[in-house]
Every structure is written in structure tokens, then in C-alpha cells.
């Protein structure tokens, strides 16, 4: 265990659908992260917070609506989703920007 | 943009054997950092080099940084069949907060 949990760890949704992904860290740190990943593709950042602040967006469609009411959660909106969107969606956290990330086990999204 | 790319994408190789992966990245760093996903999990973090350190060890593992030609390689010595994963290399470039990583690769150790 990293220290990083992550719910669901399997979501299948419908593209009308709204649902939440929701992250947990219990290592005390000051970043967290949401990342995607597709087959095929290198890991996407997508957005990024430090101490509850976004300081990082990667030019995520608006359907994707990220929340941190403070430094140990972090949540992933969804709302009509297209299935490209389907992928494997990771969270972490780290100290601060430059160092170790730990990373959660990830949510498997399978948007129909 | 992406700042790291691993070669090989895959690589098979017999139990025992070393396993050898290189790293190629683009801009100036303030360290680069090895990780390890096993097949629809998360990345575990397996180390990590600054850009004034020029080799380090963990274990098994051993990863050089070459700043000069912008490189970086991980050794995974005696290889074993739990070590079948996907390694990836992970940049962050100078006065950035974030990783940046790479495509990866895709290790197989044949028992």
C-alpha cells in the first residue's frame, strides 16, 4: 500500500451519466494529482493542486471537473463523458511538485 | 509535449538474466525518476537521481544520468519473473512542479 486510496476501483458509466472519483492520501502531502492513462498512450497529466490550489490544468475538456476541499482529498467530476474517455485514471501525491509521487491504485472508467 | 521516451518499448528476456532500459529526455532537469506499474495498477515509485548524481543503487536496481547527453538508463540485475512490468522514466524539468513521463516499457522475464 502507498498510502494513497482511490473509490471506485472499477466504474462503468453511461454518457449521460455523472459520477465521482474520489482520492485519499494519508502521507501528509502538499500536491496531488489526477492523471490518465490510455492504451497505447504515455500518462497524461491532468490537473495538478498544490496546498488546495489548482496550479495545473492540461487542457482538460470541462466535462472533467476536479475538487480539493482540502490536502488529503482530492475528487474527479464526471459528466457526459464520451467513450474515448475511457481509460485507466490514477491519482497521487507528493511533497511538493519535484519529488517521489505515490500513486493510488486507480479507478478503470468505461464510459458506454 | 512529452520529455521522456524509454527504448526499448518492450523487452523479453530469460529469468536471471539483467534487463537494461534507457531514457531519452529533451530539456534540463532537476532529477528524473525510475517507476514500475504492473499490468491496470498504479506506479510505484522505484528511484530517484538528481541531476548533480551521476549513478545510484537500490537492491537490484541501477540507474545511471548522463546530463551531458541528456540520458538516463535503469539496470535491473538477476532478473526475476516478478519483475515483469512496465518501467517508466519520469523528468521534471528545471523550475517546473510535475512530473513528466514517458511512454515506457513493457518488461517481460520468462521463467
Known amino acids: 500500500e502507498t498510502g494513497v486510496t482511490q473509490t471506485p476501483r472499477h466504474l462503468v458509466m453511461g454518457m449521460t451519466n455523472k459520477k465521482s472519483l474520489k482520492c485519499e492520501q494519508h502521507l501528509g502531502h502538499n500536491a496531488m494529482y489526477w492523471y490518465k492513462q490510455s492504451a497505447k498512450k504515455p500518462l497524461e497529466l491532468m490537473f495538478v493542486y498544490n496546498f488546495k490550489e489548482q496550479t495545473e490544468n492540461n487542457s482538460v475538456p470541462s466535462r472533467f471537473s476536479p475538487e480539493c476541499p482540502n490536502s488529503s482529498h482530492l475528487f474527479l467530476h464526471l459528466h457526459t463523458l464520451q467513450p474515448e474517455d475511457s481509460a485507466l485514471y490514477l491519482c497521487?501525491?507528493?511533497?511538493?511538485?519535484?519529488?517521489?509521487?505515490?500513486f493510488g491504485p486507480g479507478t478503470r472508467l468505461l464510459v458506454l | 509535449s512529452q520529455q521522456g521516451e524509454e527504448d526499448p518499448q518492450a523487452l523479453s528476456i530469460q529469468e536471471g538474466e539483467n534487463a537494461t532500459m534507457n531514457c531519452s529526455y529533451k530539456t534540463s532537469i532537476n532529477n528524473l525518476q525510475w517507476y514500475r506499474q504492473n499490468s491496470g495498477r498504479g506506479l510505484v515509485h522505484l528511484i530517484l537521481?538528481?541531476?548533480?548524481?551521476r549513478e545510484k543503487h537500490s537492491g537490484r536496481l541501477r540507474v545511471t544520468l548522463d546530463t551531458s547527453k541528456k540520458s538516463s538508463s535503469l539496470l535491473i540485475t538477476a532478473s526475476r519473473a516478478a519483475d515483469t512490468a512496465s518501467y517508466f522514466c519520469?523528468?521534471?524539468?528545471?523550475?517546473?512542479?510535475?512530473?513528466?513521463f514517458g511512454q515506457g516499457t513493457r518488461l517481460t522475464i520468462n521463467p
Open positions: 537521481i538528481r541531476s548533480n548524481e
Open positions: 497521487a501525491s507528493s511533497q511538493d511538485g519535484q519529488e517521489t509521487q505515490y
Open positions: 519520469a523528468t521534471v524539468p528545471g523550475g517546473a512542479q510535475k512530473l513528466v
